[in-house]
């Protein structure tokens, strides 16, 4: 079993930044690579961003490309996600996960999942 427990969710401006972090408890941290996900009201759950094991491999969603950054600390067992030039269509619920590999877990096939935490950007 894998615990993850997300935070850094808030209210924040248009073209401000947050930080959201998702540290993990339990089995081996650094066996899985990790991903932030999110889903706005009445839409499904979508990618965001995903890192390998080692860090070597990221994927981000089109949308999000330039704007976020994902990075992981598998000494800390953290991975953060650095939000800057939000937009309001970036309003969700965000959600961390690991997964066996970044380019499955990009499709959203994750092992485990956080209860989430909420992002909201005014305009």
């Known amino acids: 079993q894998v615990q993850l427990v997300e935070s850094g969710g808030g209210l924040v401006q248009a073209g401000g930044s947050l930080r959201l972090s998702c540290t993990a408890s339990?089995?081996?941290?650094?066996?899985?690579?990790m991903g932030w996900f999110r889903q706005a009201p009445g839409k499904d759950r979508e990618f965001v961003a995903t890192i390998s094991l080692i860090g070597g491999i990221i994927y981000y969603a089109d949308s999000v490309k330039g704007r976020f950054t994902i990075i992981r600390d598998n000494a800390k067992n953290t991975v953060t996600l650095q939000m800057n030039s939000l937009k309001p269509e970036d309003t969700a619920v965000y959600y961390c996960?690991?997964?066996?590999?970044?380019?499955?877990?990009?499709?959203?096939?994750?092992?485990?999942w956080g209860q989430g935490t909420q992002v909201t950007v005014a305009s």
């Open positions: 996960a690991v997964g066996q590999s970044s380019a499955v877990l990009r499709l959203g096939t994750g092992d485990y």
């Open positions: 339990g089995r081996t941290f650094n066996r899985y690579a």
